[in-house]
């Protein structure tokens, strides 16, 4: 999920800065972590009503169209608004990666595959506090990035964090941060 350590034609990862401390990298020398990054304990609220209309948008949707995109859309489009609720209790790794990812001031954190933005929750008081130079969310989904645009806009994270429509395996992706930025 994390573009560090990742390498692409077109845009690359600066090796080790959201994930690595002390290695003398741009980030690195910008925060050496002598201050701990803020993260939330975040925890969606769920029902059994909410868990039962998932369940029948997996169980009774059609998955159609041609692209792989349309595919993924025909998919989460009637579950989208429920999705963090329902995700929350299934990705067990999720939480411990979040509070537990090492994350320097003033790193560029690129989120691919990141859906609703939900892992920004766990950063939220961060995000408020300019830890981050800078989030992007990257998915192909349109309807999970529908939803991350609202919760950006919610938590009043323009600016800082910026959703991008897309294939995360596109090098040439618009609204990415230029090549070597990357943390």
């Not at 009503?49 to 029948?56: C, E, G, I, P, T």
């Not at 509070?99 to 939220?124: H, I, Q, Y």
């Not at 969310?137 to 919610?154: H, N, Q, Y």
Request: charged fraction near 25%; glycine fraction near 12%.
């Amino acid at each position: 999920r994390l573009a560090s350590g990742a390498r692409s034609e077109g845009w690359s990862a600066r090796e080790g800065q959201c994930c690595s401390i002390g290695r003398g990298t741009q980030a690195g020398r910008r925060g050496r972590m002598s201050e701990e990054v803020v993260r939330t304990d975040y925890t969606p609220k769920s029902s059994l009503a909410d868990d039962l209309r998932v369940l029948k948008a997996m169980w009774f949707g059609s998955i159609s169209g041609g692209s792989h995109q349309d595919q993924l859309e025909s998919f989460y489009n009637k579950q989208a608004h429920l999705y963090d609720q329902y995700r929350h209790r299934m990705l067990h790794g999720r939480k411990p990666l979040m509070m537990r990812m090492p994350v320097s001031k003033g790193c560029v954190w690129v989120d691919l595959g990141g859906g609703t933005a939900s892992n920004v929750e766990f950063f939220a008081k961060s995000i408020q506090s300019d830890w981050f130079e800078a989030v992007y969310v990257v998915d192909l989904t349109p309807s999970l990035v529908k939803v991350a645009k609202k919760r950006v806009e919610d938590n009043g994270w323009g600016g800082k964090v910026n959703v991008i429509l897309g294939d995360a395996t596109d090098p040439k992706l618009e609204g990415l941060p230029a090549a070597g930025t990357v943390d």
